[in-house]
């Protein structure tokens, strides 16, 4: 009887996922240094160039992302909106001086202030370090802007006709 218990208490603790310790699951982000944080400077411009602090592939914190991989890419500024408040992050791409180009798939925003840029690869490498152009893509931007906007719109006039009680959420 001990050897099966002690079996399966093996096998169960080898099958537990990985958590951190508010007890989500854990993920690469969180092993990110807390002192690096981004600055969101996209109020008035869609193009910014910014040095890379982190990069990241879905499992691992990275010198490098290559042609085809997936990841995440922190910048010292960007002006990617991250998705918050109901309001979806930008897309758009990320590119250097050597024709590597990033495809900006989603925004969100990271614990401790940094804004991750998630996507993939599709032409040539970044490194950690590089100086990148990150522009987002004008039409997405100008149509999440409109929908932002409309909600807004829409929030006041359920509030006027319904009354107070009604919270946009």
């Known amino acids: 009887f001990k050897a099966c218990m002690e079996e399966q208490r093996t096998k169960a603790r080898t099958a537990r996922e990985v ?17 690096v944080t981004s600055e969101f400077v996209g109020y008035d411009k869609l193009d ?18 290559t042609d085809g991989q997936r990841g995440t890419i922190i910048a010292d500024q960007t002006t990617f909106y991250g998705t918050m408040g109901g309001q979806c992050g930008d897309t758009g791409v990320i590119t250097d001086t050597n024709n590597g180009v990033f ?21 040539g490498m970044l490194s950690i370090g590089e100086t990148v152009t990150l ?3 004008p039409k997405n931007r100008a149509l999440t802007s409109k929908n ?7 929030q006041k006039a359920l509030r006027t006709v319904l009354g107070s009680h009604v919270e946009q959420a």
């Open 148 to 154: 932002h906007s409309a909600t807004h719109l829409l």
């Open 19 to 35: 958590t951190n310790y508010m007890g989500a699951d854990a993920t690469v982000y969180d092993e990110i240094d807390a002192a």
């Open 135 to 137: 522009s987002v893509c």
């Open 48 to 65: 910014v160039d910014s040095k890379i602090s982190v990069l990241t592939t879905e499992d691992e914190i990275v010198e490098a992302l």
């Open 103 to 123: 495809v900006v798939e989603d925004t969100i925003h990271l614990q401790g202030g940094k804004i991750g840029h998630v996507g993939v690869m599709t032409k």
